[in-house]
């Protein structure tokens, strides 16, 4: 079917405000750019409710149309990208909080919800939503769990699957499904719930969820020290472990990445740091009593430790946190960033090698990451455009994916596998998984129509 008439027949069948004229690039995109992916598509639809996502889905699938479920476009894995034609569906007018109980710790939220509404609604109540996956000016609730993302305090609270007790979703042919809801446990039948968190748009579309929050902690207290090397700031993150320190965050950046970032970092720095950031919550007795004993057990071998008290300083120490994917990819105007994960006690090996690599391949390489969880922003810089340099990226991403196998943990441990980890899950899975894993895809989209070419 030709565009213009794809275009034409769902104005005909939808508003004509949900079909978007033409299609804009920025909907043929996603955090991917630089890495040199950017789609084709016929149309780009928004519908206002569920019932009219269920509805295109089901004009899709009659006519064998592809469709992209499209949230804030700020994946790193390619995921939101129309490979090749189709309909894009974006959430974003799917944003109402269908309903917000403080008193009974829950809400329900629609897909197109940004992450930071999330999360300020629930701070109003007094509550709190804690996956905080960065970029959640623009990050969409659907695809924090779509992605199942995570983010810095992930260590203690979990990443985004922890907290969705229910989901509404649309699904092929073209109908609107219930899973779970407002309660707490459910272990009736196989956990559809489960398998449709971290599906990527490949199974279902979500329109809504059920999340469960917890009241708000009373204070937080992160630190900050700075080690000379990767072993000394790997082995300060294994004394904070030892310990039994309950952290909620354990994060960490190498001296490269630092080098990049530290620029705008709310402090002094001494040079080549390796930085690891922690963080404690509760009460304010608790994190007073506790934010005294990490900053003791990182002060050993460190060449200078920062313990932020105001709330303006932590704000802004978390500001500059957010921003160092951002900073890092400014450095040389692109990036190949990676999410690897592997056991906590290789977190050592895995840094070094990112930068072994790096230099086998004649790239600036960079990591940085959520230490506790060991997972790692292995990451490439690039001139975009430079498809010499795309080449060797691409040769260096598959020795981090192989490093990843190697070491006993996964190719991915938040983005995803999108479009730029396809074929790269048969380094860590027998046969017989991927096959369970394509007869799943099958099951749910027998037509392969639902963003097709991802998650494979
Ligand atoms: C600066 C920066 C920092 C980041 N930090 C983190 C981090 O700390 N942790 C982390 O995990 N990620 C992080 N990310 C990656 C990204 O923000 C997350 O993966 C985020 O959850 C993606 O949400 P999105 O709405 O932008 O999804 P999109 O990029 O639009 O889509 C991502 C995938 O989800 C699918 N999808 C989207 N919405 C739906 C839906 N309603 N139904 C079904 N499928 C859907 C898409 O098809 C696609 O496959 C970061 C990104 C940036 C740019």
């Known amino acids: 079917m030709a565009s213009a008439t794809i275009q034409n027949e769902l104005r005909a069948r939808f508003r004509s405000e949900a079909v978007l004229d033409d299609v804009p690039p920025s909907y043929l995109r996603d ?33 064998e149309v592809p469709i992209v479920p499209r949230g804030g476009g700020t994946g790193y894995a390619g995921g939101a990208v129309p490979l090749d034609g189709g309909v894009v569906l974006s959430l974003e007018r799917l944003d109402r909080v269908r309903s917000f109980e403080p008193l009974l710790w829950r809400m329900q939220v629609e897909a197109g919800v940004t992450t930071a509404r ?73 956990d559809l719930k489960s398998l449709l968190i971290g599906s990527e748009g490949t199974l279902g579309v979500i329109t809504a969820a059920w999340l469960r929050l917890t009241p708000a902690p009373e204070a937080a207290a992160p630190v900050v020290s700075c080690y000379e090397g990767t072993a000394a700031g790997c082995a300060a993150l294994e004394r904070v472990l030892g310990t039994g320190i309950p952290v909620a965050a354990l994060e960490y950046l190498d001296a490269a990445t630092v080098g990049y970032a530290g620029g705008s970092f709310p402090g002094e720095l001494p040079p080549d740091a390796f930085i690891v950031l ?53 450095a040389r105007g692109g990036k190949a960033s990676e999410d690897i994960v592997v056991p906590f006690d ?61 070491l006993g943990g996964s190719i991915s441990g938040e983005h995803g596998v999108g479009r730029l980890k396809r074929g790269q899950l048969a380094r860590q899975w027998q046969p017989r998984a991927l096959a369970l894993h394509a007869a799943i895809k099958r099951a749910w989209d027998p037509k392969g129509l639902l963003n097709p070419g991802k998650k494979e």
Not at 133 to 149: C, H, K, V
Not at 166 to 172: D, F, K, Q, R
Not at 281 to 286: A, V, Y
Not at 385 to 398: I, K, N, V, Y
């Open 31 to 63: 955090e991917t750019e630089t890495r040199g992916l950017c789609g084709r598509a016929d149309a780009v639809v928004r519908p206002r409710d569920a019932e009219q996502v269920a509805e295109l889905l089901a004009w899709c699938y009659e006519r």
């Open 278 to 330: 922690a963080e404690v919550d509760g009460s304010r007795e608790e994190v007073d009593r506790l934010g005294a004993e990490l900053a003791e057990v990182l002060a050993e071998d460190a060449s200078a430790v920062f313990s932020p008290a105001e709330p303006s300083e932590i704000a802004a120490l978390w500001r500059w946190r957010d921003g160092v994917s951002i900073a890092v990819g400014a």
């Open 118 to 190: 999330v999360r300020s609604t629930a701070q109003e109540g007094g509550l709190l939503f804690p996956p905080d996956p960065g970029a959640a000016e623009q990050s969409q609730l659907g695809g924090n769990i779509a992605t199942n993302a995570g983010g810095p305090h992930a260590y203690k609270y979990g990443v985004t699957g922890a907290w969705v007790t229910g989901l509404e979703a649309a699904v092929p042919p073209g109908e609107l499904i219930s899973l779970g809801g407002p309660f707490r446990k459910d272990v009736a039948g196989y």
């Open 346 to 406: 290789r977190l050592g090996e895995a840094i070094e090698e990112t930068l072994e690599i790096g230099r086998r391949h004649r790239l600036p390489a960079c990591s940085w990451g959520h230490a506790g969880d060991g997972n790692l922003h292995s990451t490439f810089l690039l001139v975009p455009g430079d498809e010499e340099e795309l080449d060797r990226s691409r040769a260096a991403t598959e020795e981090l994916f192989a490093l990843a196998a190697r």
